[in-house]
């Protein structure tokens, strides 16, 4: 399906357990991969090693010997990630090399554990393929709230995908 400028756009939900490679996925608890209007994709990685900060790239994307790497294989490879903190919530942006711009959303345990929640509901949910989820069927919920007051805040999303989920053109740089 081609993409194009949709309000109500389409969500697809993955288990990230099933999306990883089995080597990296041992040391997982969880996690899943949103894929909006079939271009922007944010991870929901239950855990991220915090030290040491930023974290050095995973040198193998197919193994990882603990959790930790398992950690940075994913990161390694999300260019939108939520995860909890013990902190306080916080976008934090990082420049690297691949994938050049990552915008990472700190929430606290219980918005993860909602947002969790929620995306687990969504995932189970029957549909036919010919029936898509879309934005306008979350209602009021806390997946909802993330994708319209949170993403459209990640310096990760290129103009193209701003587009694509009609929203505004990111800042210039000053």
Known sequence: MKEYPKPNYSLRIWDLLGEEQPEVTRFLTGGWILTINHVVSVTFLPYLPTSPWPPPPAMDLDFAGDRDEAA???????????????GA?????????????QTIFWVTPRRYAEL??????????PYRDDDQLQLSDLGDSALRTFLQDDLPRS?????????????PPSAAPT
């Open 155 to 167: 310096a990760a999303l290129s103009d193209y995908k701003r587009e694509i989920l009609c929203l």
């Open 72 to 86: 940075r294989v994913v990161l390694s490879t999300s260019m939108q990630l939520v995860t909890p903190t013990d």
């Open 116 to 125: 969790d929640t929620e995306l687990r509901g969504l995932f189970e949910r």
């Open 89 to 101: 919530e916080r976008i934090e942006e990082l420049v690297g090399e691949i994938p050049e711009q």
